[in-house]
């Protein structure tokens, strides 16, 4: 059973530059949320997907963005990176109507902006 | 928007005493409760967790216990063991509005097992 998959595993990019992650979710879940963690902090809500569209954001500037695939995967762009950007960007996966039901979280990317 | 709260931010044991990580959280309305363990390097990976019609769960070494009133829940992990030594994060699940399904996490605990 397939667990949660993002791509690449680790990026370098230069200030200013833009970025696409990706994520492919846990078999069987329909649902795709993407957290930035700093070092030393806790996951932080950017945004979450369901059935191809954005449906919770946190507070997060129009800078990033995401997308959903009809195969439940997703992508997170970030447009002109800061250098406060650099984090670590987890990808998480469930089922959206299963309340009681938590996150499966993929290993993630490892961003630097230098 | 939901706000969870988590005490103390590190956290040093010896190898057998017993550890307990507090979080509170602003939303009465959240309903699910989980903990992640995340190890240096690693992705989070969910412990334990308490739906909010329940006021305590077990298992083995871990327990979490929940107070909807005080809007507090903790994690409990008794007999500590140096592999036990991670970060451990608390979290909550939104049920209404813009809050439907979304989790918010704590800022983390970092405990360290000395044997």
């Known amino acids: 059973d397939a667990g949660v998959t993002q791509s690449p595993t680790h990026l370098i990019k230069t200030r200013g530059q833009q970025v696409t992650l990706r994520c492919s979710p846990k078999?069987?879940?329909?649902?795709v949320s993407w957290y930035q963690q700093a070092l030393g902090q806790g996951p932080q809500f950017i945004f979450q997907?369901?059935?191809?569209?954005?449906?919770q954001r946190g507070n997060f500037p129009d800078r990033f963005s995401g997308h959903q695939f009809p195969n439940y995967s997703s992508e997170l762009n970030v447009n002109a990176l800061l250098l406060g950007d650099s984090a670590l960007y987890l990808c998480a996966s469930s089922l959206r109507d299963r309340v009681f039901y938590g996150y499966t979280f993929g290993s993630g990317t490892r961003l630097t902006v230098v | 928007g939901e706000n969870v709260e988590q005490h103390p931010s590190t956290l040093s044991v010896q190898e057998g005493d017993s550890a307990v990580i507090k979080c509170t959280y602003s939303?009465?309305?959240?309903?699910?409760f989980p903990w992640y363990k995340q190890e240096l390097g690693k992705r989070p990976q969910l412990i334990i967790d308490i739906r909010s019609n329940v006021g305590e769960k077990k298992d083995q070494r871990i327990a979490v216990t929940l107070n909807k009133t005080a809007k507090h829940f903790s994690l409990h992990i008794t007999e500590t063991q140096p592999e036990d030594s991670a970060v451990y994060f608390c979290a909550a699940k939104g049920t209404g509005g813009t809050s439907y399904g979304k989790l918010t996490f704590g800022q983390g605990t970092i405990l360290t097992v000395h044997p």
């Open positions: 078999s069987g879940h329909d649902t």
């Open positions: 939303d009465s309305a959240s309903n699910y």
């Open positions: 997907y369901y059935e191809e569209e954005e449906r």
